[in-house]
C-alpha cells in the first residue's frame, strides 16, 4: 500500500523558513516522480514543485520560485520542500504526491500545516 | 499557464441520478506523444484529493465504474451514472501537459 506521509508543518513568523518531509513506503520511491502541492484554506489546489525521479530536474511555480527548493533522498524514501522567506500568503496544507506518469500525481499523502503569521 | 475552467460550481444530486461536471482547458491537451493529460481528482471531506480518472477516460485503482471521463482537444466531462452518498465532496480537473501542472476551481457535489 502506498503511504505518503508528511511532517514539518507549524507556525512561522513572516520571512521565515521551515522544512517539510514527506515520509514514502509502499513503492519504489527512486523510480517516481515527486510533487509537492499546497491548499490555502477554504480554497484550491496549487502546484508548487516537481523533482524527477532521480533527482536531476526540478520545477517550480512562480509563486515559490527562488524561495522554495525540493529535494529528495532515495536512501531515506525521503521528499522534502525547504521554504524560505515565508509570507502569509504561504499559509496552507502542504501535500506530498507521487508521480503516476512523469510528474502527474495519483496517490497523496494527508498534508502538513504551515501558517505563516506574526 | 494553461487555466482550467470547471462548471458547475456546485452540484446537488439525488442517490441514484447521474451527474456531470464540465472541464474546458486554454490550451489543447493533446500531446505530441498522443496521449492527452487530462485528470479528475475528488477530494472527500476532510481528506486529501485522490485520482479518479487519468488520460481523460483511464479509472484509476480501485476506482467504481460509475465514474468515466470523456473528451478531447479542450473540452472534457466527468460523469457519475449514478451517484452515491460516498461521492459526495468537491472534484477537481487537472491537465499534465504543461508546467505548472493546474487545477480547475472545484465542483462541489452534494446529496440531496
Known amino acids: 500500500e502506498v503511504q505518503l506521509v508528511e511532517s514539518g508543518g507549524g507556525l512561522v513568523q513572516p520571512g521565515g523558513s521551515l522544512r517539510l518531509s514527506c515520509a514514502a513506503s509502499?513503492?519504489?520511491?527512486?523510480?517516481?516522480?515527486m510533487n509537492w502541492v499546497r491548499q490555502a484554506p477554504g480554497k484550491g489546489l496549487e502546484w508548487l514543485s516537481y523533482?524527477?525521479?532521480?533527482?536531476?530536474?526540478?520545477f517550480y511555480a512562480d509563486s515559490v520560485k527562488g524561495r522554495f527548493t525540493i529535494s529528495r533522498d532515495s536512501a531515506k524514501n525521503s521528499l522534502y520542500l525547504q521554504m524560505n522567506s515565508l509570507r502569509a500568503e504561504d499559509t496552507a496544507l502542504y501535500y506530498c504526491?507521487?508521480?503516476?506518469?512523469?510528474?502527474?500525481?495519483?496517490?497523496w499523502g494527508q498534508g502538513t500545516l504551515v501558517t505563516v503569521s506574526s | 499557464d494553461i487555466v482550467m475552467t470547471q462548471t458547475p460550481l456546485s452540484l446537488s444530486v439525488t442517490p441514484g441520478q447521474p451527474a456531470s461536471i464540465s472541464c474546458k482547458s486554454s490550451?489543447?491537451?493533446?500531446?505530441?506523444?498522443?496521449?492527452?493529460?487530462m485528470y479528475w481528482y475528488l477530494q472527500k471531506p476532510g481528506q486529501s484529493p485522490q485520482l479518479l480518472i487519468y488520460?481523460?477516460?483511464s479509472r484509476f485503482s480501485g476506482v467504481p465504474d460509475r465514474f468515466s471521463g470523456s473528451g478531447s482537444g479542450t473540452d472534457f466531462t466527468l460523469k457519475i451514472s449514478r451517484v452515491e452518498a460516498d461521492d459526495v465532496g468537491v472534484y477537481y480537473c487537472?491537465?499534465?501537459?504543461?508546467?505548472?501542472?493546474?487545477f480547475g476551481g472545484g465542483t462541489k457535489v452534494e446529496i440531496k
Open positions: 509502499g513503492f519504489t520511491f527512486s523510480s517516481y516522480d
Open positions: 487537472m491537465q499534465g501537459i504543461h508546467l505548472p501542472l493546474t
Open positions: 488520460e481523460v477516460s
Open positions: 504526491a507521487k508521480g503516476l506518469r512523469g510528474t502527474r500525481p495519483d496517490y
Open positions: 523533482i524527477s525521479a532521480s533527482g536531476s530536474t526540478t
Open positions: 490550451q489543447s491537451l493533446l500531446h505530441s506523444d498522443g496521449q492527452t493529460y
